[in-house]
């Protein structure tokens, strides 16, 4: 069963517009798009068209801006995706110490490939990152937006065995 979204923004999500709002000269409204669509994001685990649409009209600007931010950068999903965000840097820096062997080994334990949530929606693997900027600790990965580094298989296990 679908989770059904409101078409408005929740009284959480308000606030966060409105701190973002204090931050910018009243005609420039825009700039407080990014901040809110990380609001919205950490409230429904992705970017809901309707709730994209809510904030265009709070913001006023054209919903179509509101989109063009959030397909821009990789930290936005625009699809339901499991609980748990991983991303592993595929960067130079961490694919000569053993990244690559990482994402196999995280691809082969979840049984999904990059871009794929597990069945039982408790990870989500993005498409491969980049660079993480934690080139001194490579291989490295982020997990809910928290950096693990220096990774092994072992270390690996321990990081997601213990994610709820």
């Known amino acids: 069963m679908s989770k059904i ?3 408005e923004l929740s009284a959480e999500v308000q606030e966060h517009v409105v701190d973002w709002l204090k931050r910018f000269p009243d005609d420039q409204k825009q700039s407080a798009v990014l901040g809110s669509l990380h609001a919205i994001q ?3 685990g ?3 068209v309707v709730q994209m649409d809510a904030l265009a009209e709070r913001l006023e600007m054209p919903a179509i801006a509101v989109y063009e931010v959030a397909s821009f950068y990789s930290m936005f999903e625009l699809e339901p995706v499991g609980k748990h965000t991983i991303a592993v840097c595929t960067n130079l820096s961490c694919i000569l110490r053993g990244g690559e062997d990482v994402l196999n080994y995280i691809e082969s334990k979840l049984n999904i490939k990059c871009g794929q949530s597990t069945a039982d929606g408790k990870y989500y693997l993005k498409n ?3 660079c993480l900027a934690g080139c001194c600790g490579a291989p490295m990965m982020q997990v ?3 950096y693990y580094e220096n990774l092994t298989e072992a270390k690996v296990d321990e990081i997601l065995d ?3």
């Open 128 to 130: 491969e990152e980049e």
């Open 5 to 7: 979204i409101p078409k």
């Open 162 to 164: 213990v994610l709820d």
């Open 42 to 44: 950490h409230e429904h």
């Open 46 to 48: 992705y970017l809901p």
């Open 144 to 146: 809910n937006h928290v």
